[in-house]
């Protein structure tokens, strides 16, 4: 596997009155979470990315982390930071945002 972490992120956008999470800062998660983890030198080992929709809009803005495909909602950027430590560094879901399907 290229990646240890893989993060989609959903960007996707509908038109109103729908819930989208691009509409709710998907896009702005996206290059939060590009930038945090090329702050901290981890690019070559882990990935973010912006993706269509997650079928979880009405939890959104949501992303997925794979390989554990680990789902959360209503990710804000303050989260961004507390994902990156606690999930894709040490393994352990931040069970406050985590969805469970």
Do not use: W
Not at 21 to 41: P, Q, W, Y
């Amino acid at each position: 596997m290229k990646y240890k972490k893989h993060v989609f992120i959903c960007a996707n956008q509908k038109a109103a009155p729908k819930k989208s999470c691009g509409e709710a800062h998907g896009n702005e998660l996206v290059d939060a979470f590009k930038a945090a983890l090329a702050e901290r030198g981890l690019l070559k080992e882990m990935r973010a990315q912006r993706t269509a929709c997650l079928d979880a809009c009405a939890f959104g803005p949501a992303l997925v982390v794979y390989p554990e495909g680990t789902y959360y909602g209503n990710v804000q950027l303050s989260d961004v930071n507390e994902i990156i430590e606690s999930d894709l560094l040490n393994n352990q879901p931040v069970e406050r945002l985590k969805l469970n399907y």
